[in-house]
Every structure is written in structure tokens, then in C-alpha cells.
């Protein structure tokens, strides 16, 4: 079940990079929600490379065709599968790094999981081309969540050393979404982005690569979804999220920096608002026991460097056993936590979706 | 499947607080593994509360039963099932809560999903006490890792300010974590374990509580095992360790700090080394794409400080819909991060024992 | 997951015939829950040996103990687990198997899968002993089922040559379940039910077993609930009754003999019926398409003779590699097909509440 | 999870019979297995329609397109997607079947699942063209297993009051799988698929259907896999069986004949032969407890006539709430169990490719 995900709604991924094509099954969505297709396309070139000096030169129309499961632009209740067909692929840009596997890549253990037959050009099943079918479900998957209050919506907490203004967890709302969705880049600042911005593009002067951290809220989640203790909102998110290429750690609401805190400080304390439940502050990050508690949901993911950097590394030739120095060609990203911002929306969509159809 | 996990070796936590028995039945496990009962008691007693000043006064024998699936002091490849029965419950203790939840708990969330009719005395099925059951399973799974060359060791890397030691990611062995395996307190530094203690019970003095950081390692994992997209290690890992009750985050490697680094100096570059490929730092964490490189495999998780403390706090009736005081009675460990230490090692003891049951 | 069911509401079976225990756990039932347990003991007398001429002499209270997911009578949604310690066992009976195992029993394919590991005493984790634990949790989901309009009944339609009334598969209703219900011996026919227990004391006396046939029914089942292809009722009430020790073959509706008729004849016509769709006839058994069309859930177990007889048997001395006759004391029923009627209720219970826990 | 099955090697199947294509993905199939597409086209053959008199005359290629998981005929270890674009479809033929359902097909409860928005023409996804590609997915399977010494091969055992020469249990061998490879009428006597032959055309000449019962042998299972309980190898096989359209019915071995056999006749003594632990017969049809036992996995599926049939039948309006009368026109086969021979081979090889997969 390596590239399968989900309980009720399950989403499969498959494809690789230099494969005639890369695609998705969504399998458990409900019969009759209309799908926009426009509003997919806009939420796809979002992922999309190319579009800017800092994304790699690849360029991809990614028109998801759909194969089935939808009629009329409604869903049928049957699976739902959408395909993209690979065109511009160069092969040769990615020779030979089954003898020498690039650094921190997964060139290596793929020769040893599959004995060197994986198809490792341009990553194979490894390569970030693999988020776009993820994009494809994950961005149905937010057109349903919407018409059921549910909104979800990321930004680059962090790019190198620069940092957007965090969301405010107990209040991140949908006017702070919106502002988001209004941005080429996905800062609350613009002052910032353009300072990240300067970062990435630094970096690839000098044939390197930087990392981020993206910050992603989930609101209008109702309380009571997620199940202790393996079936929790956090479980099935970290889960999920650790599909996504290049993420070193997943953290809810205060996170790592709850370490640091008295429990005088950390704890929520709940107050009536409007006749409802909520908590004053939102160290718990929307999640109580693994249940949702009615209050946004708020992670952070820390996305690494991009591995492919055009700066001569060092590894091993392993069949001579032999130190080999490398040197990367072709198109790369240097920084692909830019462009795993909607990524990362779509996952958490995908995942949100699943836990709202579980039986309450 | 809430409080299950694992594919072929699955675990199924049971119990609740104030009920007769927690427990736990192992699914799985193959037929002819020897359990040392002995061994498994003192790992439990690792985690078992009242045997200092630091944790709580609760005083619990902790001695498994077990039930079924081991004859002979060997597993016969059937469910091994064994209970841990509750005698010391002071059931006043926790009167009251699921009208007025205490803040940052499952009270609330728990009285919106189960409709009030969950047995939350003590915490009931939320509680750190269900992390006993995870101990016998990940006590025996242990046992069996160990027979396979793999071991597992963690420690507090912090509490509150004061840090400990951190592993060598690429460096860390077996002397690492015997070492950690000889301390009463478990931190590589005596001296910062001595701070910590200290730390803990100055926020006890105050009715408050701290929380920390847990590392962990596991050594000699084969390359190979883990698959992409979505079984990879670090996604089931973490699904597992979300499970432990109070953790806010997990992070593999580099982690969070990944964000901040030129890919020039993340990537692991490769080495021979005594025959074997190894990589020279280790900022994967011992995972790429998914799949272990044969490096340990290193994580770290927050914990959050516990959200029972002796100081007053705010919360709501949920009834009268009024702001209300709470003061929590009982007894309460100031700092569960440190009782959280063998109970990391055993779902991640659980989580590779199931992960190298995969076929290769 | 061998010893485990279920998707939304899932059952782990635990024990061995001479271990200290069987037991279960349900996970995933509703809290709220009222479990009457005279109810339950009576629904598990129905099951238990010892009770008349034609079954075992092994004495069993079979009282479960209840050790969580249980308070005051009702479920707190958590897991609930429940014991039965066994008591009356007499070791000595089974000795010597593995080196010479009985015909058609799991003697010797343990011996190969476990490695001669497995505690083949009485039947391990083979025995039918194991059926008890599964009336424990079937009889809590035919509780909760009641009170969702939905009853459950089976009866013995054919034991050796003699056949009982069969159901009718467009009429049978509660009155036909609450007949059976009222009846010592399972059959709609008390002069059937005569004669099979004739044939049953016949092949005792002759230290020979006879097989037979169960016929169950499940009422009140809404339209609406499975899933195609793999998720269908009929696939998953298969998977489950296959678990029942002995059963050789599971049909719905008009099973194999559909294989004879025509189509203008097998198909159901679509009727109104106080303003209701259903069918005239009920060959499709109650699903059509792997979902429940509103109609009687109706399917056959075909229940192989006790393979435990006193007669002597072939075998091999897996040691010697030898030929070697065998004769099996200890108590064995001439007929289980008797006692697994109300297993098989138990096991439709379970599989069709968690059927229902589908969001719709 | 409706349309997907397996554990370690799963099948997702998706399409509808009028959308723009039908297609499956097979994830966890190890890297390095060769796919031979001529023998996989030949295969494919033997489900095609229009192929002779006795089946529907849609005609199609049937040609499967790969879009990824293999590289020069060799799988590569990531997911194998493979679709059948949908070419030939008349759906004019299948207009208004949503008001008035068709009896014995899903009509009726897709229309109630599904709230009238599934795409039901030609059936949609319950279509037996969803078999297709079952058979692409087993066909694979079926490569695969033949390296690894496991065969499989099936005969229509009985259509209507024909029955075909019945496999002897105990000795069904490979040159019995040879000789059934080698007909054209999937029978071992030539003389009883001629006699078929002619019950179907005479069927069909008076707008009717006739069912059938299908036959199967695994040749080569090694003993020991599968486990107790609900993990069995009739477990998994009959809840894949049943994803079959039109199966009543699973039985293995002896199947329900068990019922009136006495135990000293239906048990299967053991004997050593050639050094081999075997039986003298196989009523367990290859199966004790759940774990195959080295002898041929023999079972036989019911398949219901064909329920679209030219005569004139009775249904309901659904929207006016009056009995109406229906007549279907459209292409269709009077028996599809002649169809069903191959893909109930393609379903048995994806289920037990998936068992070998289980460690060991």
C-alpha cells in the first residue's frame, strides 16, 4: 500500500517521472460533487514549475484529464482516476546516477529496495512531479471541503533565515486565507517574500539550494473528528504529510517550542464566545486527545534543501567502491518548499477530508 | 481501528483509567520468540510512576499478565494478549471534569465525540496510563529487535531550559545507548540530568509543570525497508508517535532546523566505510525517500508540559455556559516527558519490528 | 492482522484452548451502548458445550468478564475487552499431535507455518473454543443492532441428510426468527430438528461426526450499505464467516443453485409494497451489486463434519517418516454445525454493524 | 476502499463501462519481474467479448495501455497503472434504467447509495467491464506466480444442467491446467462444452440467460501461508471472489457436499509420497485452519444467469411509484459464466500473489 492513502477516501498515486504518465485514484468520494474544473487548474499551476525565475525551467501545461468517476463534472461515486501525460522529460539530464546516487537523495536506497530496477530517471516514483497527482486529489478535495465550511490554507512560515509573520493560532481566519490566496507568493508579508525571494534566488547563484518551513491551517473543522489513540487528527496528518518529498518534521500548534513552556503557560484555557466552546489561546493547535476541538488546526512542516544542487558533491561509485566526486545537471528547484505550499494543502485536505467520513 | 496500529504486527491497546485492566494483545509476532519476563519488568519499571520525586505518588505494581499466545516463556505465533490490572484508583479525584474540562485535556473534546458518556475519571482511555500496554508490546518487541541486531535507546535531549548531550547523528552506537541504559535519569550528561530534576521540581513548588524534548535512535536497521509515498518510515513513525499521549511534534535528522541550512551542507554525502556505503553526516535522519539507508535511524518529539497542574486555572461549565475555576486535585507527574523516554522506545520498537516484517 | 475483523468496528480475537484465556476486544463501538449481559450469557449458552448429549462433555461457564470499554452497563467508546478464563482443560488429552497430526485438522499446517512453535494443545488458537469470544462481541453487536431495527437469526437447515424448512428468501421475517429463537434445537421444523439429532447420536455412537448446513438471516438491513467491487456485503460477510473453524462454503440467496436456473427465473422482479421498493422473489439474496437493496440478507454455511473423531485415522509420524495410525480420545462434538448457528449469528452481527458504521 | 483489494500487493480498479476509459493499478509488485504482453494479450483474449456466437458482440481491443511502473518490460517496483481507453459504447442502449431499474442489477441500490448521480450507463462501475481490467492486474499475477512454481487454471465446472468432468481433488495437475489452456470451450471434456454451447444458444434464442458454476485450481501453493482467522486463504480468496458480478457463490474442497459426509469419509488422511507430507484426498481443497497444506487450493464460484435479458420483465417506476413493464435491449451474453473463467483465474492469482507475499 506504499503510494496509498486514506481509510474512507483513499487516494492512490502513481507514475514516475519520465513514465508516459503520472496520475491519481480517488477512491470513497460521494456521488454528485460538482468539480471546478477552472478553479483545479488555477489551484495546479500553484505547484506548477516554471512559472518564475526561482522554480526549475521544466515547463508543464499539467491539465489533469480525467478518466473516469466524474460525468458532467459531477462525480459518480465510482473511483475517480485523472491522469497527466509527461511530455518534456530529457532523459540524459539524469544518467548514471545509479552508480553514484546523488547525496541525500533516494537513489541509493531504491538500488537496494529494488535491486536497480526502479526507473530512477528524473527521481522516478521519488520525484516531486509525483505531487502534482497529489494536487489533482488534493485539490477536489478542497472544492468538498469548502461547500462544508472547512477552509484550508498554507504559507512559507520560513525560507532560509527569513520568516513571515506566523499565523496567530487562535485567530487565523478566513480573511488571513484570503490575503494568502491574493499573493504570487504565499507570505503574509510581502515584505518577507520579496526578502525570500532574494534568499532563493542567492542560493541558486551559487549553485545551492535553501530550505523553509510552511505553515498550514485548517478552519471550520467541526470538534469531535479523529480518534484516539493511533486514529488522532495528529496520527493520520503526520502520516500523510511525511509523503510529501523533502519533509524532515511535522508539529502542531506550539510544537517543538511547548518544550520550553510551563504548563501554566501552554495550556488553552476554554472560554464561551458567542455560545460556543473555544479556547483563549491555541497552543493545542486545534487538537485535544486526537480530537478536534473546534478551534483551527495549525501545523508547520520543515520542508529540506532541495538535494539536487549544481555544486560538485561527493559519493561513491558503487560498483568500483571508489570515492566519486558529482556533479549535478539539469533543472532544479532551489527551493522546493516554495512550491510545496499548495502541496501541502492538498494533503491536508485529502487527509481532513478522510477524517470528516468517518462515522460519527 | 482507533487504538490499533501496525500492519503485519499490529498492536491493539485496550483499558482506561479507573476501569479493571488496561492491556494490550500483539498480533503478529512470529512463532518461537523467547520473551525474558524479567527483562520486560525492568523495562517497565522505566516507566512506571511513583519511584521518585519527580513523577507521580500513584504507586503501580506493573506486572503483566499475560494471557494467551506464549507458553513456556516462548510465543506460540498466536495474539499474545496481557492485562495489567488497576488496583490503586482514587476515583474522587477526578469527579467533576466532564462538566468543567480541564484545559488542554481530551475532556472536552472526548464529551463532544462520546456524548458524555465516556469514563474520563483518571483520563480513562486518554490516559498516560494506557502507555503501560504500549510498554509490554514494545518491551517484547524490543526483545525481539535486539535478537535481529537492531536497538533502540532514547533519552530527554531537553526539559524546559536545559539540554542535554545530543546524539551524533551519524555517530551514535550501541556504547551511545548502554551508556543512557546505565543512568537513573536518562540523559547522556549526569549534570544536565541533575539540572533537569531540578527544573521539574521547582515548576512542582508551584503547582506548574515543564516539558521537553525526547531523542531517540535505532541502530542497525538494514537498508532497504520502508516505501514511498505514504509507508515510508518516517511517515509510520511518526503516526505511531502521535499516539503517546502530550507529544506536539516529530522531526527526523535535521528536522526543523533543515529550514535554515544551504543544501551544500545538508546532504549527506557517501562513504565507504569498512566495505559498507555509508553517508558522512547524517541529516537524513537515516532515511531517504522513505527507505532506511542503513545510518540510525534518529527522531526527536515534543512533548508538551502536563496540562494537570496544582494552580488555578479558567475554563467553562459546560452546562451553566459560565466561566468557571478549576483546581485539579490528584496526582500528577510535573514532567511526563521523562516517563515518556521508554515509551518512545517502545513504539518505535513496535513500528520497525512491524517494518521489517515487510517482505523485501 | 490474522485474528482480527472489521473496518469502522473491529474485533481482535485472542487465546488458545489451554492458554489462561481467550478473550476479544471491539473496537470503534458507539459510546452510549446499553449491554444487557443476561442477554449476552444467554446468547452465549447457546453456543457453549456441555450442555446436552450431542456435544462436548468440556463444562464451560463462559461467564466474560468485562475488563474496559464498559461502565455501568454501558460502552464509554473505547475499546472494550472481555475475558473467559479456561478452567476445565485436560492437557493430557492432546498430547503427541505434532509429531502426528489429525487429519483435516490445522495440526500440521501450524506445524509448518509456526515451526513446531505453536501450542497445539486442544487446538490452539485453531480450537472452536475461540468461537466463544466471538459470541462475546457478536452478541454486544446483536444488542446494539436490535435497537437499529436490525435482527439477526440462523437455524441448523441441514444436518447429515435431513433437511429443515428452509427460509423463504422474500417472506422470512421476525416471527420466523422469534420461532426459532423459542426452540431448543435450532431448526424451524421440531420433527427435523428430531431426526438430525438422531443422525447426530447415530455417528457419535459409531465414533464417527456429521456435517451440515446453516442458514441465516439478517432483517431489517436498510437499502444502501456496501460497496462495490471489494466491499460489498457479500464479500465482506465471506471473508468474516470464513473464519468460523470448519466452514467449507459460503453462498447468499440462491447460491449454487442459481447456477442451474434461467435468467428470466433467477431474476427478482421490482415490486411496491406499502409504498416501499422491494422484490417478489429474493433470489439476489438482499445485495445487488455488493449493496443492501432493503431486502432479507440471506445466505447458507456449508459446515464440514467434526474432524475430531474416535475412529481410527491415517497419518504420518512427522518425525519418523513413517505411516502411522491414530486414534483421537478427549471430548469432541459429533456435529459442531450445531453450536456454530449461533456463531454464525455473531459473526453476521459484527460484520453487519460495522457494515452500517459506512458513512452513507 | 470499495474498489481496491490485497495487502502487501494491491489492485485499485477503476472506471465505468461509458466513461473514457476503465484501468487498475498494482502497487507493492517487486521490481525485476518481466512482463511478457504478447502472453498477457493472449489472456485478455480469453475474457474479450465478441469473440464467438455465445457472447455479447461489443467489440473490443481490449488492448491494455501502461502508463507507468514498467520500463522495458520490466516493473520497476513503483505503482503499475495500465488503462483500456472505452471505445465502443452505444449509450443510447442504456437510457432510462435509472427510473425503472433493471431487476437483479445495482440499478436500484446505486440509484439509493449513490442519491441518483452514478453513472449507470452499460453499468457503470458494477459493469462486468470492470473485469477487463481484473484480468490485465492477473494477468501480471498469474506471470509472476508461474516463475515462483504456482499455476492456476479454471473450467466451467457446470453450465446450466451440464456439468463438465470435475477436478479429482487430490490429483488436478499441471497437465490438467495444460489441457484446459489448450481448448477453445474452457471444458475438460469437449463433448460437455459442446452440449454447453448449445444450452446457451438455445437461451439465448429465447431472449434468456443461463448461470454456471466455475471450477479452480492452484497448483504449486507451498504449504503454510495464510493465518488464522479471518486471514486465511479462503478468507481473502472468497472476498475477492465475490467482487466477481454475478457470484452466489464460494465453496473450497468438498464444499458444501461436506454437510452430508461423515467425518470418517471427509477427513483427508495423511500420507508421505515422494518424501512429502500429503493427503490421501483433499475435501480441505488445499486449506486446514486457514494455511495452505502443499495440496492444489481447489474451489468452485456460482454465477448467476446473465440478468440482462431480452425478455420482457417487471420492474417499478421509481419516480411514479407504478409497476412498469421493461424490456433491455443492448448487447449482452447469456451466460457470462463462460466469461468469467479467466478473470475468477485473475482474481485467484492477485489474491495469492498477495498471500506469498506475507512473511513468512
Known amino acids: 500500500m506504499s503510494s496509498q ?7 492512490t498515486v502513481f507514475g514516475e517521472s519520465h513514465a508516459p504518465a503520472v496520475g491519481m485514484t480517488l477512491c470513497g468520494v460521494p456521488a454528485g460533487e460538482r ?3 477552472e478553479a483545479l487548474a488555477a489551484f ?7 512559472k518564475d525565475a526561482i522554480s526549475t525551467a521544466r515547463c508543464e501545461a499539467d491539465i489533469p484529464e480525467f478518466l473516469c ?3 458532467g463534472g459531477v462525480t459518480t461515486g465510482a473511483p475517480i482516476t485523472a491522469i497527466i501525460r509527461n511530455s518534456d522529460t530529457r532523459s540524459s539530464d539524469y544518467k548514471g546516477f545509479s552508480q553514484t546516487p546523488r547525496p541525500s537523495h533516494a537513489d541509493y536506497t531504491a538500488t537496494v529496495k529494488y535491486g536497480g530496477k526502479s526507473d530512477m530517471r528524473g527521481g522516478g516514483h521519488f520525484s516531486g512531479r509525483l505531487t502534482a497527482p497529489l494536487c489533482i486529489g488534493g485539490g477536489v478535495a478542497l472544492q468538498i471541503l469548502a461547500r462544508r465550511g472547512v477552509k484550508i490554507g498554507a504559507h512559507a512560515l ?4 527569513v520568516s513571515d509573520t506566523p499565523f496567530d493560532l487562535a485567530k487565523v481566519d478566513e480573511s488571513t486565507l484570503d490575503a494568502l490566496a491574493a499573493r504570487d507568493f504565499p507570505t503574509l508579508s510581502p515584505a518577507a517574500g520579496e526578502k525570500m525571494i532574494g534568499e532563493i534566488l542567492a542560493a541558486k547563484r551559487e549553485g545551492d539550494s535553501v530550505g523553509g518551513v510552511i505553515e498550514c491551517a485548517v478552519l471550520g473543522m467541526p470538534a469531535g473528528f479523529g480518534a484516539p489513540m493511533f ?3 495528529e496520527n493520520r496528518l503526520a502520516a500523510a504529510l511525511f509523503g510529501i518529498p523533502a519533509v524532515k518534521g511535522v508539529e502542531f500548534g506550539s510544537g517543538f517550542a511547548a518544550a520550553g513552556m510551563r504548563g501554566s503557560a501552554h495550556n488553552d484555557p476554554f472560554i464561551f464566545e458567542g455560545g460556543i466552546v473555544r479556547t483563549k489561546t491555541n497552543n493545542s493547535g486545534g487538537v485535544q486527545g486526537g480530537i478536534s476541538n473546534g478551534m483551527p488546526i495549525v501545523f508547520r512542516i520543515a520542508v529540506k534543501p532541495t538535494p539536487s544542487i549544481a555544486k560538485e558533491q561527493q559519493t561513491v561509485n558503487l560498483q568500483t567502491g571508489e570515492a ?13 518548499a516554495v512550491r510545496a505550499v499548495p502541496v ?4 491536508a485536505a485529502l487527509t481532513i477530508l478522510d477524517i470528516l467520513s468517518e462515522v460519527q
Chains 1, 2, 3, 4 share one sequence.
Not at 492513502?5 to 487516494?11: S, V
Not at 520560513?158 to 533565515?161: L, M, Y
Not at 501541502?344 to 494533503?347: D, I, K, M, S, W
Open 5 to 11: 492513502m486514506g481509510k474512507q477516501i483513499t487516494i
Open 344 to 347: 501541502t494543502e492538498a494533503v
Open 35 to 37: 468539480i471546478d474544473f
Open 324 to 336: 566519486a566526486a558529482l556533479t549535478i545537471g539539469g533543472r532544479h528547484d532551489p527551493c522546493i
Open 44 to 50: 495546479m499551476r500553484r505547484r506548477a514549475p516554471g
Open 158 to 161: 520560513r525560507i532560509a533565515d
Open 69 to 71: 468517476g466524474v460525468t
Open 231 to 233: 486514529d488522532g487528527i
